[in-house]
DNA sequence: TTATATGCATAATACTCTTATGTATTAGTA
DNA sequence: TACTAATACATAAGAGTATTATGCATATAA
């Protein structure tokens, strides 16, 4: 597990990402592929993931669609056509932010 | 300028690698170089910086020499050794979770 | 039958950043 | 000379997001 500090701010990004490569997928698959895909290093927390995903739905980036699975229900969310640009612009944001975090950490010693 | 979120929870980093880099620098200066190594991408806020670095001297890994220039103030801040490590830890930690975001937001579509 | 996993959700708290403000010196410009 | 921008510190109110704890309920494994 990384710093909890380190994660803030990606929870959407990561989200999003993998709502545009899985269609549909519901909050407690989430995590899980989260957990499994990153061995574990980041754990998404439900007191994070619910609020984050009621946002983004209030703000038209994602839809929702109830399914009864027995006597339980699970609450897929897909992305709008609106997420999916929100997708991709908040992938590439990052991409970028990482590129410039790399060389910002990278930089070699200089005289002050 | 990246959307605020992004760069939540890297400002002491950011902090630590550019003291590493630099012996010693002063709160002013860190928000200058940032913005010049970056390109005007990330512009560290006073309002964030001055409290992380009142935490980080609090915790032990700084510590400052006020300098007086002319008849203006420079507080110096300076890696102490427990600093020296911490910096290093943050920095591969971040390095680590940019390879596991790399992966994770690289991963192509899959059948859920 | 009892713990664990699945599946949703919210509330109190804590933490960190934004925005605004404050003080003061120095340098540049109209 | 007066005004603005830059330098340099700092804090405080408010906003936003995550942590931690809790709650409800079903299904499965020990």
Same mark, same amino acid.
Not at 46 to 62: D, K, N, Q, T
Not at 76 to 80: F, H, K, R, S, V
Not at 104 to 110: N, R, S, T, V, Y
């Given at each position: 597990m990384?710093? /909890?500090?380190l994660?803030? @701010?990606t =929870?959407? &990004?990561? #989200?999003?990402?993998l ?6 997928? !519901?909050?407690?698959?989430i ?12 754990q998404?927390t ?8 009621? /946002?983004?739905?209030?703000? @038209?980036? =994602?839809s &929702?669609? #109830? ?7 699970r609450k897929? !969310?897909?992305?709008?056509k609106?997420?999916k ?8 944001e ?9 060389f ?7 005289v002050?």
């Open positions: 990384y710093s /909890s500090e994660i803030k @701010g =929870l959407k &990004t990561i #989200v999003l990402k709502l545009s490569d899985n269609q549909k997928m !519901y909050g407690y698959e995590t899980q592929k989260v957990k499994d895909l990153t061995g574990d290093k980041i998404l439900e007191g994070a993931l619910y609020p984050a995903l009621h /946002s983004l739905e209030a703000e @038209g980036i =994602l &929702t669609e #109830v399914v009864n699975i027995g006597k339980r229900v897929y !969310y897909t992305l709008t609106k997420g640009s929100a997708s991709e612009e908040k992938v590439s990052f991409a970028d932010f990482m590129n410039t975090m790399k910002l950490l990278d930089i070699k010693p200089q002050g």
